[in-house]
């Protein structure tokens, strides 16, 4: 089985004109996809990163994934955890949540550390557990 050829196209036949409008301007090409924000900015996100929904439901004007990044964020959840659970990988979680931060539907916050001290008697419970091996 032989692959399809491709045409060459004759150089001089003209060139299709470009699609117009109902004015008669031409028509600038759709964009298919949103490579970052309307200003061309994005969030400063790290994968640990909170992101925690403002509102409970989705508008009607979100996409598909932006509404199951709404249900998902009802409890604080991380960048990474979130990507992971719509298997969609980072660059393009950072997208969807710059438009959402920017609509102020989400909200992100630094991760909570927590600095306690250990407890003393439980450190000397492991020493003695394992002075005992």
């Known amino acids: 089985m032989t692959p399809p050829q491709r045409q060459r196209r004759d150089p001089t036949t003209p060139e299709p004109p470009p699609q117009q409008d109902g004015e008669g301007k031409p028509r600038n090409p759709e964009r298919m996809y949103v490579v970052a924000g309307p200003d061309g900015e994005r969030a400063e996100l790290d994968l640990v990163t909170l992101i925690v929904a403002r509102a409970e439901d989705p508008p009607p ?25 719509l ?3 980072f660059s393009a979680m950072g997208v969807l949540l710059t438009e959402l931060l920017t609509a102020e539907l989400v909200q992100a916050r630094a991760p909570i ?20 091996l």
């Open 113 to 132: 550390v927590r600095r306690s001290r250990t407890d003393r008697s439980l450190l000397e419970a492991v020493m003695n557990g394992l002075q005992r």
């Open 61 to 85: 004007s979100a996409s598909p994934e932006q509404a199951a990044l709404l249900r998902l964020c009802a409890a604080p959840l991380s960048v990474a955890e979130l990507s992971a659970y």
């Open 87 to 89: 298997n969609l990988p």
